[in-house]
């Protein structure tokens, strides 16, 4: 798996920009330094840092093998679930 903070990107037309200094990037820094750490409770549910990390990335990969990658464009039509912040941050580091 690639962590965001190990490397760069660049999209055409827009500046080199160090993804580690994204919302994706600042997810890797929570899970690295307090994996265990409740970030989201809803209905019951506690979701950790290492598993919204892990999860995200498992997303992002699904994303990358349909070919979404920076500068593609990605709708998401979903209720308010914890889930979707899986989905956001997939697309984020996809």
């Not at 200094?21 to 979701?47: K, N, Q, W, Y």
Request: with cysteine; aromatic share 6%; glycine share 10%.
């Amino acid at each position: 798996m690639c962590r965001a903070s190990q490397y760069q990107r660049r999209v055409i037309g827009t500046p080199e920009v160090d993804i580690s200094r994204t919302i994706g990037g600042e997810l890797e820094r929570a899970a690295l330094a307090d994996p265990d750490r409740t970030l989201l409770r809803c209905a019951g549910r506690d979701v950790v840092a290492a598993a919204l990390e892990r999860r995200s990335h498992f997303v992002a990969g699904a994303l990358q093998a349909w070919g979404v990658g920076p500068g593609v464009r990605v709708a998401v039509m979903m209720g308010n679930v914890p889930e979707f912040l899986e989905v956001r941050f997939g697309i984020v580091l996809a």
